[in-house]
T-cell receptor, first 114, second 112 residues
Framework: DAGVTQSPTHLIKTRGQQVTLRCSPKSGHDTVSWYQQALGQGPQFIFQYYEEEERQRGNFPDRFSGHQFPNYSSELNVNALLLGDSALYLC?????????????FGPGTRLLVL | GQQLNQSPQSMFIQEGEDVSMNCTSSSIFNTWLWYKQDPGEGPVLLIALYKAGELTSNGRLTAQFGITRKDSFLNISASIPSDVGIYFCAGLFKAAGNKLTFGGGTRVLVKP
């Protein structure tokens, strides 16, 4: 049973650049959520995708956007990168029909903005 | 918005000891989840709680969903060196959407 996978594992970008992170959900899951985790802190919710639409959004600027594909995989895009965007980006998947929405996390993508 | 206060922020354990950590909130949650995160990795789900008052075990781990729906605790019995890591509580309130709100984490370290 394949768990949540994310790519790439690490990424280095410079200020002003754009980045795309990818996530494949756990087998059988249809909902993908993205979180940003700064060093020493708990993850912060960015947004959630279900049925290829953004279902809910956290307190993040429009520079953060996403997409969900028909196979339930998802991308997170960040434009005009700032130094403060350096963080571990986590993807979590869940099954909407379960009613419990327990979320399982991938290993994360470590983004460093220079 | 909803916030979770997790305590203690850090603790030292000696092999064989029982340890306890908790999370409190100013608002209610429908679901409480406990995760463990090792350095450089994503959080791994330990225990999920769906009902107020629920007490659930997973091996040496036991967690409870407080009856007020505003708190939860996690106990680790007979700790072993691999219990070292950061433990996070997370709450979900369906009326506010399906996002998880995380506590600040409890860092478990080995007593020198």
């Amino acid at each position: 049973d394949a768990g949540v996978t994310q790519s790439p594992t690490h990424l280095i970008k410079t200020r002003g650049q754009q980045v795309t992170l990818r996530c494949s959900p756990k087998s059988g899951h249809d909902t993908v959520s993205w979180y940003q985790q700064a060093l020493g802190q708990g993850p912060q919710f960015i947004f959630q995708y279900y049925e290829e639409e953004e279902r809910q959004r956290g307190n993040f600027p429009d520079r953060f956007s996403g997409h969900q594909f028909p196979n339930y995989s998802s991308e997170l895009n960040v434009n005009a990168l700032l130094l403060g965007d350096s963080a571990l980006y986590l993807c979590a998947s869940s099954l909407a029909a379960s009613g419990q929405e327990t979320q399982y996390f991938g290993p994360g993508t470590r983004l460093l903005v220079l | 918005g909803q916030q979770l206060n997790q305590s203690p922020q850090s603790m030292f354990i000696q092999e064989g000891e029982d340890v306890s950590m908790n999370c409190t909130s100013s608002s209610i949650f429908n679901t409480w989840l406990w995760y463990k995160q090792d350095p450089g990795e994503g959080p791994v789900l330990l225990i999920a709680l769906y009902k107020a008052g629920e007490l659930t075990s997973n091996g040496r781990l036991t967690a409870q969903f407080g009856i007020t729906r505003k708190d939860s605790f996690l106990n680790i019995s007979a700790s072993i060196p691999s219990d070292v890591g950061i433990y996070f509580c997370a709450g979900l309130f369906k009326a506010a959407g399906n996002k998880l709100t995380f506590g600040g984490g409890t860092r478990v370290l080995v007593k020198p």
